[in-house]
């Protein structure tokens, strides 16, 4: 009986020994599980944050973007309104220069008013013309087309009536109506003329 306590004994022990074990095995098949489990939770708040970031990154982007855009739509703004007074004002120095004309005509206007001196009157105008003539020269390239005595251009003069001169050989601007001008070159009114053509 002595023996078969223990034997009794024996296999209790085993069997703590096996619960044990298992105890161990199931310890260790759970182990992995519990650190993968552990693993992923910082992974997940790492990409969190890198979504945090990128997410700010794109609304920094987005807020430099609005602010270019409307500085252009600005800059565009600006540039519109330059132009316009460009357009508007361009001409501001050339009416300057005829100011002091103005100025002239209504001085000899009046002089020729009090004193009834039309010589003195058409002395008068001839200056004023002759010294708005240079001006627009010098300071803007207009220049008065020469005509009469000139051979016959199209490109400078306008036929308005013509006449035979069996003394020409060649077809001549005999008389001029109204007066062409070029500006830096170009002809911006022709001269309107009568020419004269040989026989």
């Known amino acids: 009986m002595g023996k078969h306590k223990g034997n009794k004994e024996k296999n209790t022990e085993q069997e703590v020994l096996k619960e044990e074990q298992i105890a161990e095995e199931d310890t260790l098949q759970d182990a992995p599980a519990q650190e993968d489990v552990t693993e ?8 969190q944050n890198r979504i945090a ?20 739509e600005n800059y565009r703004k600006r540039l519109i309104r330059d132009k316009e007074e460009a357009v508007q004002y361009a001409n501001e120095s050339l009416i300057r220069d005829l100011l002091g004309f103005l100025d002239n005509m209504e001085r000899a206007l009046a002089a020729g008013k009090n004193s009834g001196d039309v010589k003195g009157l ?35 003069h306008e036929a308005c009536m013509m006449a035979v001169d069996e003394s020409l050989d060649k077809e001549t601007v005999l ?22 053509k040989p026989e």
């Open 40 to 47: 992923e939770v910082p992974q997940e708040e790492i990409l």
């Open 53 to 72: 970031e990128l997410e700010a990154a794109n609304a920094d982007l987005k807020d430099q973007m609005l602010r270019r855009q409307a500085e252009l």
């Open 122 to 156: 058409v002395e008068g105008f001839e200056m004023t013309q002759n010294q708005l003539l240079s001006t627009l020269d010098k300071n803007w390239g207009l220049k008065a087309i020469d005509s009469v005595g000139q051979e016959f251009d199209p490109s400078l």
């Open 175 to 196: 008389e001029e109506f109204q007066k062409g001008y070029t500006l830096h070159g170009r002809v911006i009114r022709p001269a309107k003329v009568k020419i004269g």
